[in-house]
Every structure is written in C-alpha cells, then in structure tokens.
C-alpha cells in the first residue's frame, strides 16, 4: 500500500479466560481483567508492532479493563507514548439475557444460525443490544477525519465492536468478521477515499 494511505491497526483484547476454563459471551455488563495469557498475548503485540516500526500517532480504548491492560502493554513498547483516548463506540456490546453466558447455553437459546450470521455480516442475534447504526457512524466519522500519510490510529476494542469498522468501510475479509483474542486488523483508507483490508485477526 502506498505510504499516503492512513492506516487504523484494530486490535482484540488478549484472553480473559483461563486455559481449560469455559468460555462466557462477555460484554458491556462484564468487565474482566485479562489473565496470565492475556497479558502475554498484549505484550507480544507491543513488542510486534514496535518491531515493525509502527508508531502510533493516536491511540483509542475502549473503557473496559481488558482493553485497557491491552493497550497499555502496547504503549509501553512504544519509543513515543501517546496517552490514550476513551472511546464509548469501541465498548463491547451488550449480550442481553446472553451476557456472561457459556457457549452452550447461548446456542441453546439463539442457535448455530443466529451465531454464524453475527460473525458473517454482524446481523445480531435476537435480544442483544448492539446500536449498530451508531457504531458505524462512529467509525465513519473516525475514516472521515482521517489524512493521507498520517501516523497509524491505534484503536482496542472487542470481537463484538470491531466488526463495525470493516461495516463503516464498505469492506470485509473472506472467512468473516471476527478478531481473535490477542489478534490484530489493518484497514487502508487511501487518498482517494477507497478501503481495503490488508489484514485480519492476525496474531504476532
């Protein structure tokens, strides 16, 4: 890609749940902290992306704890820290009577369909509450602010929210919209106003 584009690195949270132990649809309601692993996922991707040269010339988080021990693990292998903004839109959303749930009692309820279809094309499952239509705007008006050649915008967040982004850009990878855990996105905007998505839940 050519070095006008503005890039936006979109990274996930590293693991909030212990290995072995079952995993729960956490979301707005349920703010953990990351584990031992988690925090070792953060770690790698500060020291990936300092490697790559990468300086962040803005830096957003999502309020939860889990987003923020990430994006600090980040900053710190950072040679030019920028402090951090809180941005609401990038909140996890809210799993309604799902929330804090495990996996099979979430599919029990709203089945494999309803599931595949979030991940496919973020079309949310009945009783969550998502705000789509305010998240997208978010993002626009994040891509719209956005320079040729500026310093890569650093933003953390959760599986549920980051999808919004590739929904706001008009462009999606092949096998869904889904960011593992510890993993990272990389969305060009370039000069002419067109996206593309060189990346998607890469882990380091």
């Keep these: 890609m050519p070095d006008t ?5 979109i990274v996930r949270h590293g ?7 079952p995993a729960r649809r956490v979301g707005a309601r349920t703010d953990l902290a990351l584990t031992l692993r988690g925090a070792e996922q953060a770690e790698a991707l500060g020291a990936h992306f300092a490697a790559l040269g990468m300086r962040f010339g803005r830096i957003l988080v999502s309020p939860l704890q889990r987003t923020r021990q990430t994006a600090d693990a980040i900053i710190a292998a950072q040679v030019d820290r920028v402090v951090p903004e ?3 839109f990038l909140r996890e959303i809210d799993h309604g009577p799902d ?5 099979d009692v979430v599919l029990a309820r709203i089945g494999a369909e309803a599931l595949a ?4 094309d973020a079309t949310p499952p009945p009783d969550w509450s998502v705000d789509a239509d305010a998240r997208i705007a978010a993002w626009r008006e994040l891509f719209a602010g956005a320079l040729p050649g500026q310093p890569p915008t650093l933003l953390v967040t959760s599986n549920g929210a980051a999808r919004f982004a590739l929904m706001a850009a008009g462009v ?3 096998d869904g919209l889904k960011l ?7 969305v060009h905007k370039a000069a002419d106003g067109t996206f593309a998505v060189a ?3 890469i882990r380091p």
């Design 5 to 9: 584009d503005a890039l936006f690195i």
């Design 15 to 21: 693991n909030t749940f212990e290995a072995g132990e």
């Design 86 to 88: 809180k941005a609401e």
């Design 99 to 103: 929330e804090n749930q495990t996996e």
């Design 117 to 120: 279809a979030w991940d496919r």
């Design 172 to 174: 999606a990878p092949g």
């Design 180 to 186: 593992a855990t510890g993993s990272y996105g990389v």
């Design 199 to 201: 990346q998607w839940s």
